[in-house]
């Protein structure tokens, strides 16, 4: 390998040291005493804080936002392994044409699909209810969750469900016994990413809300037009510990190291 030149060591320092440079302002902005965002902070301050945790609307959308998201990453995993495993195991010559389908939203930024997501949400009569959301960010992850389980999926050897089966286990005792634990790592990083995707999702989700429901990105959204106090670092900031929590629970579980080297091979 070639070495690194001093110049490329110093710029690749900067670029690291400029990757956490907005979550550290933002966390510094959070601490401030007076009622705009400023940093470094004139004053200290945990008002803020105090504040994001009493006013109910932030309660309200932040609880909405983790239900819609677990409901979400659950249903968009459980249709994802459907997919890949009936694709893998039955349909091979079809896997081109269905990953093209599901990695079609993809293509299309979010804006035409919150416009097309309302058209088909108000033809079914659900606009402003969380089934609209939901669906909607079943669509958005659908790619996010595909990619990891087909990849885990690969990775299984079929000489052992073949085994299994001349042992006299039936498909659905080999899925369990055998495919699921194996493809532990894909399952929980779909979980993982599909539910931080649907937890910060706002473009296709402002189309979709009602007066009875909201998430929190889009009370962030609409907060900061009227009024952009540092409550709003305070809750960015809880956004990217909930964010860093949900990653080392990943690690912990099934150890991201663990996905890599499946992916890879």
């Not at 009622?35 to 803020?48: A, E, L």
């Not at 009493?54 to 932040?62: F, I, K, L, N």
């Not at 990083?189 to 999702?201: A, H, N, V, Y």
């Not at 990105?217 to 964010?243: E, G, K």
Request: with cysteine.
């Amino acid at each position: 390998m070639r070495k690194l030149t001093p110049l490329t060591k110093t710029l690749g320092i900067v670029l690291l040291l400029m990757l956490p440079a907005p979550i550290v302002i933002v966390f510094g902005a959070s601490f401030n005493g007076s009622g705009y965002i400023q940093f470094p902070p004139d004053s200290w301050s945990i008002r803020w804080y105090i504040e994001a945790f009493t006013d109910p609307r932030w309660g309200r959308a932040v609880l909405t936002s983790l239900w819609i998201a677990a409901i979400v990453a659950t249903l968009i995993t459980a249709i994802s392994f459907l997919a890949a495993y009936f694709t893998l195991r039955y349909a091979p010559r079809i896997s081109g044409w269905l990953e093209l389908a599901i990695f079609s939203p993809l293509f299309f930024p979010h804006a035409s699909m919150g416009v097309a997501a309302v058209a088909l949400m108000a033809a079914m009569g659900i606009v402003g209810t969380p089934w609209a959301i939901i669906l909607a960010h079943l669509m958005v992850t659908l790619p996010f969750s595909y990619r990891p389980i087909h990849v885990a999926l690969r990775s299984v050897d079929p000489d052992l469900i073949r085994a299994a089966e001349v042992l006299g286990a039936s498909e659905l005792r080999a899925l369990w016994d055998i495919i699921l634990p194996i493809c532990r790592s894909g399952i929980l990083t779909s979980l993982l990413f599909t539910g931080i995707i649907s937890f910060d999702e706002v473009t296709v989700t402002m189309f979709l809300i009602g007066p009875d429901i909201t998430t929190l990105p889009v009370q962030i959204f609409t907060f900061i037009q009227d009024d952009a106090s540092p409550v709003l670092a305070a809750i960015s900031t809880l956004s990217v510990i909930i964010t860093f929590l949900a990653i080392l629970l990943l690690e912990r579980v099934a150890g991201l190291s663990f996905f890599v080297q499946r992916q890879s091979g």
